[in-house]
């Protein structure tokens, strides 16, 4: 948390053995939250990648103006991931502000629960949010895999696997809120979301996968 009076640097304009550091060390943010997001960002860019490869190419001028919209839809996931890595720093940060809240009185007890449990809500926002993003990262890999620049299909392969992990990963930490949760009804509808956007990704990642593979002219058993 930043000093008050001063401005903390958003995390995605941290250098970035700066930030590998901070979450190799005792620090309790970032944690995998941020990194997972980081993971769909990356994705994201590197789909971004292929379609830049792919606009103002003679060769790929049928799909100019679909790779041209893939590219502003994967740069716009970017930004969206690289600003929740900052999200799930801050809700993690209330979750922590409120188990210190005093416990003293069954009063103070209980506004300290209702507190957990708001915090709790809040804090499976953000990495459901990556979830979702990273589903949308994998929509423009599988798409740019399939019609983008050929010489750089293995870049939407890595994007599909580091999207599908972003979103395993960011499952995780969905559900390790969604656990301490009072609210029943709210846990299993967060729970139905994780499977449903998993089963996406994986399906996703699959299915891009096959498609590069086929581009770079490989047998199926050597990935």
């Given at each position: 948390?930043?000093?008050?009076?001063?401005?903390?640097?958003?995390?995605?304009?941290?250098?970035?053995?700066?930030?590998?550091?901070?979450?190799?060390?005792?620090?309790?943010?970032?944690?995998?939250?941020?990194?997972?997001?980081?993971?769909?960002?990356?994705?994201?860019?590197?789909?971004?990648?292929?379609?830049?490869?792919?606009?103002?190419?003679?060769?790929?001028?049928?799909?100019?103006?679909?790779?041209?919209?893939?590219?502003?839809?994967?740069?716009?996931?970017?930004?969206?991931?690289?600003?929740?890595?900052?999200?799930?720093?801050?809700?993690?940060?209330?979750?922590?502000?409120?188990?210190?809240?005093?416990?003293?009185?069954d009063a103070e007890r209980e506004q300290r629960e209702a507190a957990i449990q708001a915090a709790l809500?809040?804090?499976?926002?953000?990495?459901?949010?990556?979830?979702?993003?990273?589903?949308?990262?994998?929509?423009?890999?599988?798409?740019?895999?399939?019609?983008?620049?050929?010489?750089?299909?293995?870049?939407?392969?890595?994007?599909?696997?580091?999207?599908?992990?972003?979103?395993?990963?960011?499952?995780?930490?969905?559900?390790?809120?969604?656990?301490?949760?009072?609210?029943?009804?709210?846990?299993?509808?967060?729970?139905?979301?994780?499977?449903?956007?998993?089963?996406?990704?994986?399906?996703?990642?699959?299915?891009?996968?096959?498609?590069?593979?086929?581009?770079?002219?490989?047998?199926?058993?050597?990935?």
């Open positions: 948390m930043a000093e008050q009076g001063s401005e903390r640097q958003p995390t995605a304009e941290q250098p970035i053995g700066a930030f590998v550091a901070a979450l190799g060390s005792n620090a309790p943010a970032p944690g995998g939250g941020a990194a997972c997001a980081l993971a769909g960002a990356l994705a994201a860019a590197l789909a971004g990648m292929v379609a830049q490869f792919t606009v103002g190419r003679p060769k790929y001028q049928a799909v100019e103006e679909r790779a041209r919209q893939l590219l502003t839809q994967a740069q716009a996931v970017c930004v969206e991931l690289l600003a929740q890595m900052d999200a799930d720093e801050r809700a993690f940060q209330a979750v922590a502000d409120a188990y210190k809240l005093p416990k003293s009185s809500h809040g804090a499976m926002q953000p990495p459901l949010r990556v979830m979702e993003l990273s589903c949308a990262a994998l929509e423009v890999a599988h798409e740019i895999a399939g019609v983008g620049n050929s010489t750089v299909a293995s870049d939407a392969g890595c994007a599909a696997l580091l999207g599908e992990a972003a979103v395993r990963a960011a499952a995780l930490n969905v559900l390790t809120n969604v656990t301490l949760l009072h609210d029943t009804a709210t846990a299993t509808v967060a729970r139905t979301r994780v499977g449903e956007l998993e089963r996406r990704a994986a399906t996703l990642q699959t299915a891009t996968l096959a498609i590069v593979r086929r581009r770079m002219g490989i047998e199926e058993t050597t990935i």
